[in-house]
């Protein structure tokens, strides 16, 4: 019961997001600042858990099964193949809903708990949409692009370990990474990363919008934000996979 | 003009307004005073839509409020000006962009006329040359002087304030005390002010309404405040020796 309570507030929530924005204007400039605030100071993060990913994921994959019968650039090519498929969309949005996420409701929170959702509301603003809906379009804008970036900088690491190790040789780790590449893997990627972006920031606004009492609970509300941004995430991307790749 | 029909609110057992009747007129500073906790906050709430009676409704005029939605409301409360009692300035904003705010969202003006705007608003509350500065670096009372300037950006054709001069000095507070009732009749805004503060009740107090045990306890001019024999307004009214003395 309590769950489809929450459900239904949180669809009545994502509506209000949606509806009639007033001044384009001003929720474009938002967005900018809402790419920078959350997306551009999240590139130092991301740059170091993808380097170090794709370092030892290919450790691992040689260790694990190198094998006289299976070509070295295979290690290469199941290398790049985790960091599309799974680590640098699912694993790496994890991460984000951790940072991002406790960010958005934490200050949606404290806005809601000092009366400043209140103070807008009074004014005749649909705070909703003017606190989220910039958030979201600027997330899910640039969390593909992070995502993009993270495989990117995986490979890189894979590729210096793989040299530094010797591994194999740099021909056979390029010719690794490009064995039988699909674009769609892609497009399958930046979609999920994109609804990932989406779970992230309304779940997240949605607790903060919903605090209610002091500081306390405002920390208490980002704690379920993150809690629950990650479940979704993990089943929306089950959900995405059997749809794309089932 | 603001008409109350028996307001009535609740929160689980705890009964703050038992039915409250009242009249608000324009060009009228109408003041709410009664003990802390009584439930000024409450009703100030209820008028503006923050919180929704359990019973009763609320007229601005020939608008029902409390008939209409969610949204209707939200539009409605374009003609308001709403001071919190903590203030509720939006922290990661500039002096400036709090009062602009409103602006940017309902005018189509240039770029100087707003900031002009701004500015006039700041020198009403005596902050001239604030634009800048952020919320956190300013002291409560200048807070509140804000977020009157706030709630006067958009000339409102009714002003709420929660405990506008709690926090201020002596002088301060009845700048802001003149202030508001300036502009009340300047502008023939029907005004309602919460307070504890008796000074202002004998300053700017027009009508004023005795919120007790959820209930009306008492409402009258500052002239009849003095004379009346109510024994709880009395109690409350005369608590310091200043205002026995006064009497
Ligand atoms: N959101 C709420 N949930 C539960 N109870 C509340 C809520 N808001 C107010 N109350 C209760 O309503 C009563 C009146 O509170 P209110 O804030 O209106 O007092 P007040 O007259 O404004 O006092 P003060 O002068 O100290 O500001 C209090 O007993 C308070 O506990
Ligand atoms: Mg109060």
């Known amino acids: 019961m309590g769950i489809l309570n929450s459900l239904g507030k949180y669809i009545v929530f994502v509506t209000k997001i949606f509806s009639k924005p ?47 019968l299976i070509p070295t650039y295979y290690m290469a090519y199941i290398t790049r193949d985790v960091l599309v498929l799974e680590f640098s969309s699912t694993v790496l949005c994890l991460i984000l809903a951790g940072k991002i996420g406790s960010n958005i409701s934490s200050e ?8 400043q959702i209140d103070a807008l509301e009074t004014m005749g603003i649909n705070s909703a949409a003017y606190l989220v809906l910039p958030k979201m379009i600027g997330m899910v804008i640039v969390t593909p692009i992070l995502v993009l970036l993270s495989i990117f900088i995986g490979l890189i690491g894979g590729w210096i370990v793989s040299l530094s ?18 674009s769609y893997l892609v497009l399958y990627t930046v979609i999920k990363s994109a609804m990932f972006a989406f779970l992230i920031t309304s779940i997240s606004a949605f607790y903060g919008y919903y605090s209610k009492g002091g500081a306390l609970d405002v920390g208490r509300s980002s704690t379920l934000a993150v809690s629950y941004s990650m479940i979704m995430i993990l089943v929306s991307n089950y959900l995405i996979t059997q749809i794309m790749l089932g | 003009m603001i008409r109350l029909e028996n307001i009535s609110k609740s929160f689980e057992k705890n009964e703050v307004l038992k039915g409250i009747s009242v009249e608000f007129d324009e060009a009228c500073t109408n003041l709410v005073i009664g003990q802390s906790g009584s439930g000024k906050t409450v009703l100030l709430k209820c008028l503006i839509g923050m919180l929704e009676p359990d ?10 409020f409390t008939a209409l939605d969610p949204d209707q409301q939200r539009t409605f409360r374009q003609q308001m000006g709403v001071v919190f009692q903590g203030g509720a300035l939006f922290d990661s904003m500039t002096v400036e962009e709090n009062i602009r705010l409103p602006m940017d969202f309902f005018t189509d003006w240039p770029r100087e006329q707003k900031l002009d705007r701004v500015n006039f608003c700041l020198g009403r509350v005596q902050l001239p040359g604030s634009n800048k500065l952020l919320p956190a670096e300013l002291s409560g009372g200048m807070k509140k002087r804000v977020a009157i300037a706030r709630a006067i950006a958009l000339n409102p054709k009714y002003l709420f304030c929660d405990e506008p001069n709690s926090g201020l000095d002596p002088q301060t507070a009845i700048v802001i005390d003149n202030l508001i009732h300036e502009i009340t009749l300047e502008f023939n805004i029907t005004t309602v002010i919460n307070t504890h503060d008796m000074n202002s009740v004998m300053e700017i107090g027009d009508k004023i309404l005795f919120l007790s045990d959820g209930l009306t ?31």
């Open chain 2, 55 to 64: 019973s009763g409704d609320i007229w601005y005029g020939e608008d029902r």
């Open chain 2, 217 to 247: 306890c008492w409402e009258g001019t500052r002239e009849e405040i003095l004379r009346s024999d109510n024994k709880v307004l009395n109690d409350f009214v005369f608590a310091s020796e200043l205002m026995k003395k006064f009497k």
């Open chain 1, 165 to 182: 190790g010797h591994l194999m040789t740099g021909a056979d780790y390029i010719q690794g990474i490009r064995h039988g590449f699909d």
């Open chain 1, 22 to 68: 007033e001044k384009h204007k001003i929720y474009f400039r938002q967005v900018f600042k809402e790419i920078d605030k959350l997306g551009v100071s999240s590139i130092g993060i991301v740059a170091i858990i993808s380097f170090f990913i794709g370092m030892v994921v290919i450790i691992h994959m040689t260790f694990n099964m190198g094998n006289p």
């Open chain 1, 108 to 115: 949606i929170g404290t806005m809601r708990v000092t009366e």
